[in-house]
C-alpha cells in the first residue's frame, strides 16, 4: 500500500511534541484491516453515504454487521435507494467516524435480505480502501540524549526475521520509528506484528502486539520509515508507557 503522506525526518529537537492533528493517509488492500475499520462504524453507528452513478442523490445508511468478507447494510435513507441497492448497479462510499475517513467505490450488492419486514444488504468489503487517520494520541519525540544510547523498536515478522528500528517518537498508542535501508520482504501497512518489543535503555522495556499504520521509503537516506500501531499489551506494560509518554509530556512544556 503506498501511502500518501511523507513522515518529518527525524530532529534532535528535544521532546518537541508532534502534532497531534498529523494525518495518516493511505490504501487498505487487507480485509482483515478492512474488517477492523467497518467494524468501528458498526460499533459506532457512524453514518455512510452513498453515490450511485448516474443518480444525483446522495443516500446515507449504517453497517449492521460484518463478517469474513463483507458487511451488511442498513437503514437506508432516503428509501428511494432500496431499489438502487437491489439493482446491479456500482456505487462509492464515504464515511467518517472517531477521527477517520473512508472512501470507496466499485461496489455492489451480492444479496437483498429482509428480517421481520426490515431490508438490508449483503456487500463484499472493498479490496481497496481509501483510509485518513487523525492522530487520537500526541506523539512525543524521543529526547536527543535518550535516542542515542539505542531507543529502539524489535519487530518479529511472521516469517520469524527479527528487524530492528529506531524510535523517532512515541505515544500511548503507538510509535513512528525508522530502519535503515529498505526491509525485506517489504513492510506492508495492515501487517500484523505479534512480536513488537521497546526498548529504551534504562528507562523503558515492553513487549506489544501491533500494526503497520504506515511505511515510507526515503530515496535521499535510504531509510523506511515506519508507523506501528501497538495493538495488544500487558496492564503492567501500557501503565508504564504511558507514565513514560507523561514524563516526556511534561519534559515538553518546560
Sequence with gaps: MATTTK????????????????????YVTDLGEARRIFTLFRDQRSDLSLRFDGEPQTFTGHVLDVDD????????RPRSGLSLLKGDDPFSLTGRSEGIFVYAEELRTV????????????VPLPERLLYQQRRGAARFR????????????????SEGQLISAAIIDISVGGCRCVFEGFPYPALEVGDQISGCEINIPRLLNLQAEGSIRHVDYDKDSNNTFCGIEFMEMDITDRRRLEQFVQTLAKAAKR
Design 142 to 157: 524521543i529526547p536527543l540524549r535518550v535516542a542515542t544510547h539505542g531507543a529502539e523498536v524489535l519487530v518479529t515478522r
Design 69 to 76: 468478507a463483507s458487511f451488511l447494510l442498513e437503514n437506508i
Design 111 to 122: 444479496a437483498a435480505l429482509v428480517d421481520r419486514g426490515v431490508p438490508y444488504y449483503r
Design 7 to 26: 513522515p518529518d525526518r527525524p530532529s534532535a529537537a528535544g521532546t518537541a511534541p508532534s502534532s497531534a492533528a498529523a494525518i495518516v493517509s493511505g
